[in-house]
């Protein structure tokens, strides 16, 4: 178990925690307001409180859970990478991506992970541990710390500050349940991230029962599924995990889950060369995806020099893609950000990572 943070405390909890320290009550609020409205977490730099009480605070109540290690940016600075190094230190990612008008997070849930998706480099690692919600906090607080440091302003002026959050790093979030619903709870808090719930993405391989879970206990954030291919034969080489819970299932849940929420779902399809991108694999998409409240993302295959798969050729996405159009399927090609600092998907820090093991 990590250290208790100020990030654990509820309002009441953070007044008991400085009455302790020997301050009086309203610093609890005056901290709580540097570090959830003004994305202070050093309470040496928060120069309201007296100099005394600020090492005490640091001490007390904001031990690091985790330290930047390393960062790496890229596509002009648009993309900025973080390895991170966990107080027990095992390494991990978060990525932040900067657009003219937001800035998204892709946070990891998971110490690598147990899924050993054929296409994952982030599989090669295998699990290691959980993620407790307070790692999956700092990685948000962190980036807006980072983003207020360098003064990055949005197109008309304004500051950034981490608007959209997106579980796609390392690791199966649904498989972290118990943590990732703290994370939101805290995510969603008005007197803390205040984000919009429309801004949040969990995007799972398709855990069944904890997509039940997430209709049982009225989970109302989007939900993308890593679908990546459109039938179970090809669905159990790519991804282990089908076998487990196989894609009919999958889809008589995912309707289920529609049905009780009306959020429409992000399909995730990997574009590998020769593998997932034949054009009859499209028309089968079209089959499994018409009439269900849906939204395709191809995601062009990010390489890695440990595993032999090739990202498909762009004239191959792009017919794929018409044969979806066509069909009446709401389609998009995800821009990669990151590509070149192996910025997505489960690519960061991998050759760092595996040095460790
Ligand atoms: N376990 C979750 C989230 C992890 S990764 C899930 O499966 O959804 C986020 C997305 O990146 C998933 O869709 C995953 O399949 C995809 N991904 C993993 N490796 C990739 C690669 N090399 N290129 C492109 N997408 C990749």
């Known amino acids: 178990m990590p250290p208790t943070h100020f990030a654990d405390l509820s309002a009441e909890e953070r007044i008991d925690a400085v009455t302790k320290l020997g301050l009086p009550k309203f610093r609890a609020q005056q901290i709580a307001r540097h570090y959830y409205t003004r994305f202070e977490a050093d309470p040496l730099s928060m120069t309201d409180l007296p ?6 605070v640091k001490d007390a109540l904001f031990p690091e859970l985790m330290a930047p290690i390393r960062e790496i940016s890229c596509d002009d600075g648009q993309t900025q990478k973080t390895l991170w190094k966990l107080h027990d230190g095992t390494l991990l990612e978060s990525v932040l991506m900067r657009y ?31 993620l407790t919600w307070e790692e999956m906090i700092s990685q948000i607080l962190f980036a807006n710390t980072y983003i207020k440091k360098r003064f990055w302003k949005k197109e008309d002026g304004t500051n950034y500050a981490i608007r959209n959050v997106v579980f796609m790093g390392m690791g199966e979030p649904l498989l972290n349940y ?4 703290k994370s939101l709870e805290i995510m969603l808090a008005q007197d803390r991230l205040s984000l919009g719930r429309r801004h949040i993405t969990i ?24 679908l990546h291919a459109p ?3 090809l669905r159990n ?63 062009p295959y990010n390489e890695n020099p440990a595993i032999d798969l090739k990202e498909s050729k762009k004239a191959d996405i792009q017919k794929f893609k018409q044969i979806l159009e066509e069909g009446g399927i709401t389609v998009t090609v995800r821009d990669s950000m990151g590509r070149e600092a192996k910025g997505a998907c489960g690519q960061l820090g991998y050759e760092k990572v595996k040095d460790q093991n």
């Open 178 to 181: 118990e943590n990732i619903r």
């Open 231 to 233: 039938n179970q034969e």
């Open 100 to 130: 003219p008008d937001r800035a998204t997070l892709c946070i990891s849930s998971q110490v690598w992970c147990a899924m050993k998706c054929l296409f994952c480099v982030t599989g090669k690692l295998g699990f290691k541990r959980d």
């Open 51 to 56: 100099e005394s009480a600020r090492g005490k």
């Open 237 to 299: 080489q790519i991804m282990p995990i089908a076998k487990a819970y196989p894609l009919e299932e999958l889809m008589k849940t995912i309707d289920r889950y529609v049905k009780a929420t009306d959020n429409r779902i992000f399909y995730e399809y990997i574009m590998i060369h020769g593998v997932t991108d034949k054009p009859e694999l499209a028309h089968q998409l079209v089959k499994l995806l018409k009439g269900r409240l849906a939204h395709l993302n191809l995601i």
């Open 203 to 226: 995007s799972t391989c398709g855990i069944i029962p904890w997509i039940e879970k997430l209709i049982e206990d009225k989970v109302d954030v989007k939900l993308a599924i890593s």
